[in-house]
């Protein structure tokens, strides 16, 4: 059954699109791009961590944090058919690469090959999907890996925005960090890690992207009957999750001893598909996306409190957030805050100029050609947005955004930007005036 066929053309290349749903209830898209020299082929899965807590035992003390991100690595330990080793130099021969990731949202299996890898690519995905080994002696090694990468998680940027989760959300499961924690994973049981990979890794959860030099009905009938045996099951979305407002500001703070404090203010906002998006888009480049943006232009060039900063904006299937990410002396902490936002309120108080609206769309579209430049880039974009039931082209995406006027612009602002109730996180040495 074809859902979807489109031609598209945009800055410098082209190509065409198609959506099917295969005979076993597989959902797939096929992207054809001629004359490119290689293959993406990429699967998601709705496996991600904040499925975690669903799968809590009724007598467990806390919830199987680390669950669907542990899944994942025990994944690539081997098939029924192969060794870990021989799956990865299936494709490493090529000259491909063999990649897996676990989102909040979602876990995805990548493989990217010359185009004449395409058999190949598809082959090991499947394979790893339907008749991974999940052997339990692999389980109680990889703890020992999954411990280190926790373990070196704590030194790494990415640990203020697992702070800032946990801080911002109270009850919703996008709160806890994707790897897990150390008590999680210690509580981790190999029973319990099967009976998520058999509930969660069914067809009605998985999507596969084939984008490359590729034959639509060619992609299709490759995937259609190597994937034909996958496990039969029905979508199963996240359960609805009631997450109170934020009608108070929250602050954390984790002591490092390193030189900067690394700084993430920022507000719950919305979702993937809702309207306002578009506008909060807009926003997100007026105040800081790039060096010509205002709070660029106010904490590095006017006051050089900070060497650089950047705008950061998620939108989850049912939430999202909007932040500002910066990293300054100790000393300086209340002034970057402070500044961020007046930044804010002057938004919220005056809007954009018709310069700066114009600006905004325009860097728009052309990030968005840039992210759209390679196979797994497209994969990527038309995977995740085709995960939940929404697939956007270029041109419907940029038509969103040139369809922004001021006053939505400040309606956004005034909305989200709340400049007495939002959550700020720091790591970093004490604060210190």
Not at 101 to 118: H, I, N, S
Not at 231 to 258: C, F, I, T, W, Y
Request: aromatic share 8%; hydrophobic share 40%.
């Amino acid at each position: 059954m074809s859902f979807g066929k489109r031609q598209q053309d945009m800055v410098g290349f082209s190509f065409d699109w198609q959506l099917v749903l295969l005979p076993n209830g597989l959902r797939l898209i096929t992207i054809a791009r001629p004359g490119t020299p290689t293959v993406a082929v990429r699967a998601y899965v709705r496996a991600g961590s904040r499925y975690d807590v669903e799968h809590k035992l009724p007598d467990a003390p806390r919830p199987p944090l680390g669950l669907a991100h542990f899944t994942e690595h025990l994944l690539f330990k081997g098939t029924h058919i192969r060794s870990q080793r021989e799956i990865f130099a299936a494709v490493e021969r090529l000259g491909g690469v063999l990649d897996t990731e676990t989102t909040k949202e979602y876990t995805t299996l990548r493989a990217v090959t010359p185009r004449q890898g395409l058999v190949t690519a598809i082959d090991i995905l499947a394979e790893v999907l339907m008749e991974p080994a999940l052997r339990e002696e692999d389980f109680w090694k990889e703890k020992l890996i999954v411990l280190e990468e926790i373990r070196r998680a704590q030194d790494q940027h990415r640990l203020i925005f697992d702070l800032f989760a946990e801080t911002l959300w109270q009850d919703h499961p996008l709160r806890f960090p994707i790897l897990g924690t150390l008590e999680g994973l210690h509580d981790l049981d190999y029973e319990l890690l099967l009976s998520f990979y058999r509930q969660r890794y069914v067809v009605g959860n998985m999507l596969l992207v084939v984008c490359g030099d590729i034959e639509h009905q060619e992609a299709q009938r490759l995937v259609a009957h190597r994937l034909a045996s996958l496990p039969p099951g029905l979508e199963q979305p996240p359960a609805p999750m009631h997450e109170p407002p934020l009608n108070e500001s929250r602050s954390a703070h984790l002591n490092k001893d390193v030189h900067q404090v690394h700084l993430l203010i920022g507000v719950p906002t919305l979702s993937m598909k809702h309207e306002d998006r578009s506008a909060l888009k807009v926003v997100e480049r007026v105040l800081g996306m790039g060096g010509s943006a205002r709070l660029y232009q106010r904490l590095r060039e006017e006051t050089q409190l900070v060497y650089s900063v950047n705008t950061v904006t998620a939108h989850y299937e049912d939430a999202g957030y909007f932040a500002v990410y910066t990293s300054c002396d100790p000393q300086n902490v209340a002034q970057v805050e402070g500044a961020i936002l007046e930044e804010w309120a002057k938004l919220r108080r005056q809007g954009v100029s018709d310069d700066e609206l114009s600006a905004a769309k325009s860097n728009y579209a052309g990030t968005l050609a840039r992210r759209f430049e390679t196979n797994l880039a497209l994969a990527s974009i038309f995977g995740v947005e085709a995960l939940l039931h929404r697939v956007e082209t270029f041109e419907e995406a940029v038509g969103r955004i040139n369809a922004v006027r001021p006053d939505d612009v400040m309606r956004v602002a005034q909305k989200y930007l709340n400049t007495e109730c939002y959550v700020a996180v720091s790591v970093g040495r004490n604060n210190e005036a």
